[in-house]
């Protein structure tokens, strides 16, 4: 009878014939036993299909007396079968780790294509936004070196002594402006390095902060400002005996008793223009305004509710400044006078220019200032003269008045109407009338070698400038405002300009504008005074009103200011160092001026 085969452990052990009968009671005993765990085992766990790649990727780590997947019985123990807790424990784990990295894949695989997805003009944008934290970077590298030095320059600073409340700048340079004499040039702006005064000038002693605006529109504090009881009831400008004298304030009203008030001659320039009245001076393409010799601003005041914008310009005056009220009232003003130097705006910047018993002789030096003016007017805008001169009846003003009108022929200006002492002119919108001009009549056109973009206080030049510009747009075909502050695609390629670069800043500027006012609000309402049970005023009713833009770039400060709905005005700086963006401003409808900061300037309520 043939031996039945015996099937030995793992690693070729064979089993001794002579134990057959020991060994096939083993062999049946382990059988029975395997076959009762693989029940226990299908029983008490997921299915075979679940634990197969479970095992094969992990093998059998359960507990064995032989190791190497040997059970005790001789035999190779099942990979499939778990039945420890810690074998459950194992399982879960290992699925917790198979799903982290399944969205870590995912969460890569995103990432990668949203990188790939991204645009060219998201790339353009994202090099400009990198480009300005560069620029960013040097300029407040630059800071900190100035402030390192600071101390060191504080050490040296002194204050001013009462004689220098009232100095200003490039002004305070003969003693006959302080007698009240001069030679009309005497007022001119002279500079020089060695009059800087190295001192910090104080306030007057019985300084009070302004009142909220708009109420600080009509009422000053005397004791903010340098005038006498005689000075305030002197004649002189329309404008600027329309006020009132009290012992701690000054009080300015637009109608008088005694005199016209400033709405009716408001309303009297508009319908000498065709227009029903002053609030529609914008759908005629009127926003911003040149009063020469503004006296205390009253006309830019009233005209400031029909969101007209007026520059008020004035000699420099030792006592009873227009600018320095003017300042206080929180209107747009600076020093600057008609003599022998072109003033610090480009050409055609205004829309308007005024000027009400300004003192200005306009028919002296062969109309050179006449001609200052039209360099000034946008193609299309309007002068408003009003004089005695222009009723004169003695021989020597009726020859000065008949000059006035040949000399404004020869500059293509329409005389609008005339109406008691005012007069107005409108500017020509046609380049061809000055070609139309009899031979030899009138002043020259300005050669293309003339900058007439950036005349910081050149001499006056004898030639009608703005001719050669690519702004030469008449008013009256330009974005009515406000949509006049956002310059459309034709606008910036004048200025070499892409849309991206004006928006970018824009939304920079808004950015900045919200956080600017978050840091403030407290020192706002805690420092304004206010009465007992008042609440704190939310902007624009607070105490900032003047503002002054140090490098206004594109006017993006200005403009956010705006949109925030801020109650301020803001005079914007184009340093003459840099790029020359004034006459984008003024096209924008802003104010601003040229200036070189290695000289001084007049401060205002915000740097």
């Known amino acids: 009878m043939s031996r039945p085969l015996q099937r030995g452990v793992s690693g070729g052990v064979r089993v001794p014939e002579s134990g057959h009968d020991d060994l096939w009671d083993s062999q049946s005993k382990d059988k029975t036993e395997k076959e009762d765990l693989d029940t226990r085992g299908s029983s008490d766990h997921s299915p075979f299909t679940l634990r197969f790649p479970l095992r094969v990727l992990l093998g059998n780590n359960s507990d064995s007396k032989y190791g190497n997947g040997i059970a005790e019985n001789g035999f190779a123990s099942d990979p499939f079968m778990v039945g420890t807790p810690r ?135 005397v004791a903010n400002v340098k005038i006498s009881a005689q000075e305030v009831l002197s004649s002189g400008s329309l404008t600027k005996r329309m006020m009132m004298l009290d012992e701690e304030q000054i009080s300015f009203r637009s109608a008088s008793h005694m005199f016209d008030g400033i709405e009716d001659y408001s309303h009297q320039i508009a319908e000498m223009i065709g227009l029903r009245n002053e609030s529609y001076f914008i759908q005629a393409g009127v926003r911003t305004i040149l009063d020469i010799g503004c006296g205390y601003g009253s006309f830019g005041a009233h005209l400031f509710d029909s969101q007209l914008l007026t520059m008020c310009i004035a000699n420099y005056e030792p006592s009873g400044s227009q600018v320095q009220l003017t300042l206080e009232r929180g209107l747009p003003a600076m020093i600057a006078s008609f003599t022998s130097k072109q003033l610090p705006y480009p050409s055609l910047s205004f829309d308007m220019l005024h000027c009400a018993r300004c003192g200005i002789d306009w028919d002296q030096k062969d109309g050179l200032l006449l001609i200052e003016a039209d360099r000034l007017l946008k193609p299309g805008g309007y002068f408003v003269w009003t004089s005695p001169l222009t009723n004169a009846r003695n021989k020597e003003n009726q020859k000065r008045w008949k000059f006035m009108q040949d000399f404004t022929l020869t500059l293509c200006w329409e005389l609008l109407s005339q109406q008691d002492e005012t007069v107005v002119w409108k500017k020509t919108s046609k380049k061809s009338c000055y070609a139309s001009r009899k031979s030899g009549s009138g002043p020259s056109l300005c050669g293309r070698g003339i900058d007439v973009e950036t005349p910081y206080y050149r001499e006056l030049q004898n030639c009608i400038g703005g001719i050669q510009s690519s702004r ?136």
């Not at 699925?95 to 695989?109: D, E, G, N, P, Q």
């Open 87 to 221: 074998s459950r424990l194992k399982l879960m784990l290992l699925s917790l780790k198979f799903s982290l990295v399944f969205i870590v894949v995912l969460a890569l695989t995103g990432s990668f294509w949203w990188t790939l997805s991204i645009s060219s003009s998201s790339r353009g944008q994202i090099y400009h936004g990198y480009r300005r934290l560069q620029e960013k970077l040097v300029s407040d590298i630059l800071d900190i070196s100035e402030f390192s030095r600071g101390p060191l320059r504080l050490k040296e600073s002194e204050f001013c002594s009462e004689e220098f409340e009232n100095f200003v700048p490039c002004y305070n340079i003969s003693e006959d402006v302080e007698l009240g004499v001069s030679d009309n040039n005497e007022v001119d702006r002279q500079c020089s390095h060695e009059l800087r005064q190295n001192c910090l000038v104080l306030p007057p002693v019985n300084y009070k902060i302004p009142l909220r605006w708009p109420t600080g529109k009509d009422v000053i504090w």
């Open 472 to 607: 030469w747009v008449p008013i009256e075909k330009r974005e009515r405002w406000p949509s006049r502050a956002n310059l459309n695609n034709n606008n910036l390629a004048i200025y070499g300009l892409q849309p991206d670069e004006l928006t970018e800043d824009s939304d920079s500027w808004k950015t900045a504008v919200q956080n600017y006012w978050s840091l403030m609000s407290p020192l706002i309402f805690s420092d304004h005074p206010k009465r007992p049970g008042d609440e704190d005023p939310s902007p624009p009713y607070n105490m900032f009103r003047n503002v002054l833009d140090m490098n206004a770039h594109f006017g993006g400060f200005n403009s956010a200011l705006l949109q925030a709905r801020k109650s301020a005005w803001v005079m914007n700086v184009v340093p003459i160092s840099g790029p020359n963006y004034l006459p984008l401003i003024q096209d924008r409808g802003f104010v601003g001026v040229l200036h070189d900061w290695y000289a001084n300037f007049f401060s205002l309520d915000l740097i």
